[in-house]
């Protein structure tokens, strides 16, 4: 759990997914299209992938792809980001990050 956190804590935004997730590669898109880069982590090819899935899955997250960390804290996954995008406040918690720049 330390590991993913950390990784988490390593960038404005960090994503962690699946390389066949198209709720993961939507949510990236998403992201990007407010001029964020996320920090991608592709759990089914990372060396370490299955021990940060569990970690992940211990952390609240389920499924445990896509899990979203914004801020260096976990917001959680495409339900929650999609929450935050509908309300109009994923933009501001992407501006407060200093993921993006207005």
């Known amino acids: 759990m330390d590991m993913v956190m950390k990784l ?20 990236e898109t998403l992201i990007r299209s407010f001029g964020a880069n996320p920090t991608i982590y592709e759990l089914d090819t990372h060396p370490n992938g299955k021990q940060m899935e569990k970690a992940l899955m211990e952390l609240g997250c389920q499924p445990s792809v896509p899990a979203i960390f914004i801020g260096k804290e976990l917001v959680g996954g495409a339900n929650e980001i999609m929450s935050l995008n509908v309300r109009g406040k994923l933009k501001q918690l992407l501006i407060r990050a200093n993921a993006i720049w207005v």
């Open 8 to 27: 988490g804590a390593s960038s404005s935004v960090v994503i962690f997914t699946k390389s066949s997730c198209c709720i993961s590669h939507s949510i």
